[in-house]
């Protein structure tokens, strides 16, 4: 019998790469064609947008699967835990970059509509910030989880190297 | 308590004022944007041949958010990458407030005649500006119009 500490990380792997990858997969046929229209318009490549997603998805999929069968004493716990907060990081400079990832959270585009021309810029930068911010305590936070899971594994008297 | 247990609180604690001032921030552009886009601006109001041409821009926006927001507003009639006549506004909107932007473009008649009409390359440049969650969140957005008679 498959024990409940096996089933949870296939679940948790399960679910983000539903989230991540099938819904960016079938988001295009669910746009409206008028959006779609003004999404052209515009200039985002929404292909390469959910494409780019998508592979950061199933990274993460793979990279939570893999955290939750390794032990949490594990070396390989901790590099799955820190490569987590990383593609956690790349989801994000992706999402607020509307695909470029290197804007850093800034979108610019240009619709032409009629005779007018209509050019947007919208600066998010601050939340890319707080993200890495946020990615940085994180990876501090799997360094602690990972060290205090050693010392309580220990035998007592015993300091795990 | 674990120190780990104590950054994963603090972590939370980030992400939620993240999430917050984000969504709040969005909210506040997206209901003074809404209301500072006229129905009709330059092109598309009828201008009247004095001496000098007065072309007016009034606008009344509402900030529905909960953050206060500033607004600038600059309308300009450009022709070959010359501004012919320029006029600029800045109101910060309190929240839950209305502000009321009126902008007025003076241009001698001779002028007007020459880059309003018939087959003149003059354009009608508006841009909004709109600065929310402390100038941290920025939303800029330029409009160009043929300003010639069509």
Redesign the interface.
């Known amino acids: 019998m498959i024990s409940s500490k096996k089933i949870r990380p296939v679940f948790s792997a399960m679910i983000t790469l539903i989230l991540f990858v099938v819904v960016p997969y079938l988001l295009p046929d669910y746009i409206p064609p008028h959006i779609n229209a003004l999404i052209v318009e515009s200039g985002i490549d929404l292909d390469w947008f959910l494409n780019q997603l998508m592979v950061v998805g199933a990274v993460t999929a793979a990279i939570t699967l893999v955290k939750g069968l390794a032990g949490k004493t594990s070396p390989v716990w901790l590099l799955a835990s820190l490569a987590q907060n990383v593609s956690s990081l790349v989801f994000t400079l992706i999402l607020l970059g509307a695909g470029n990832i290197m804007s850093l959270g800034v979108v610019e585009f240009t619709m032409y509509v009629e005779n007018a021309t209509n050019y947007i810029m919208m600066n998010m930068r601050v939340l890319v910030y707080l993200s890495i911010e946020v990615v940085a305590l994180s990876m501090i936070r799997s360094y602690l989880v990972w060290r205090e899971a050693r010392v309580e594994a220990a035998p007592p008297g015993r300091i795990p190297a | 308590m674990?120190?780990?247990r104590i950054?994963?609180i603090?972590?939370m604690i980030?992400?939620l004022v993240?999430v917050v001032g984000?969504t709040a921030g969005f909210h506040t552009i997206f209901e003074v944007y809404n209301t500072a886009i006229p129905g009709g601006a330059g092109?598309g109001t009828e201008i009247e041949m004095t001496d000098p041409v007065v072309i007016p821009y009034s606008v009344s926006p509402r900030n529905r958010g909960y953050l206060a927001a500033e607004l600038t507003v600059t309308f300009s009639l450009v022709a070959e990458e010359e501004v012919i006549a320029t006029e600029s506004m800045e109101v910060t909107i309190p929240p839950r407030e209305q502000a009321s932007i009126d902008l007025e473009l003076t241009i001698p008649l001779s002028t007007a005649q020459t880059y309003l009409g018939e087959g003149s390359n003059a354009e009608w440049v508006l841009e909004l500006g709109i600065t929310t969650?402390y100038d941290?969140?920025?939303?800029?957005?330029?409009?160009?119009?043929?300003g010639g008679a069509?």
Do not use: D, E, H, Y
């Open positions: 674990k120190a780990s950054l994963g603090g972590i980030i992400q993240s984000f092109g969650l941290l969140v920025t939303f800029s957005n330029i409009i160009t119009m043929p069509q």
